[in-house]
């Protein structure tokens, strides 16, 4: 199914076609890695909604990338609960071992790091969302199995994707 498809089915749970663009950047977002700006015309023009309706969603909410991502996109809370419990020192341990600053991505494309305002799970404080997973009670030492658990699954996934080229001659 289609991009279009997609949307348009999803749009048609709404009475109100400005109520799917969310939706609609979600299925857009999951299509393109992320979303440039023709992407979101295309949204847009998809729903017949105003570009600016779809720009401002687009650019609010911290779950939407305007901007390409790793492919692990790190987003370490950094609100009270997350502060107090050391979330600034698990950031400059990131960008230690990282070597890189927050919004920035790794060389090798396997690592976006940044900070969100709230992630919503004060109980776990310091959290850490990782794609659509939470990552909390984080300190140092959790904090580096989780990044070798990601690098493991990149590599896994390298080598899934390697295995099924064809060889030479094949």
């Known amino acids: 199914m289609s991009m279009r498809e997609k949307?348009?089915?999803a749009a048609a749970a709404y009475p109100d076609q400005r109520s799917a663009i969310m939706p609609a950047l979600v299925i857009a977002?999951?299509?393109h890695g992320h979303l440039p700006g023709p992407v979101l015309?295309?949204?847009a023009d998809i729903l017949?909604?105003?570009r600016i309706?779809?720009?401002e969603l687009a650019t609010f909410y911290t779950l939407f990338h305007t901007e390409p991502v790793g492919k692990f996109h790190l987003q370490l809370c950094d609100n009270v609960s997350c502060m107090l419990c050391g979330s600034g020192d698990l950031l400059t341990h990131l960008e230690t071992v990282l070597e890189i600053k927050k919004g920035d991505t790794t060389a090798d494309g396997l690592f976006?790091?940044?900070t969100v305002e709230c992630l919503g799970a004060c109980?776990?404080?310091p959290v850490m969302q990782v794609g659509d997973d939470y990552h909390g009670n984080l300190d140092v030492a959790r904090l580096d199995a989780l990044l070798e658990s990601l690098r493991a699954a990149a590599g896994?996934?390298?080598g899934v994707e390697h295995a099924s080229q064809p060889m030479p001659g094949e």
């Open 7 to 9: 949307i348009e089915q």
């Open 29 to 31: 977002q999951k299509e």
């Open 41 to 43: 015309e295309e949204v």
């Open 48 to 50: 017949g909604v105003e």
């Open 53 to 55: 309706w779809v720009y």
């Open 112 to 114: 976006t790091l940044s």
């Open 123 to 125: 109980e776990m404080a």
């Open 156 to 158: 896994r996934a390298a």
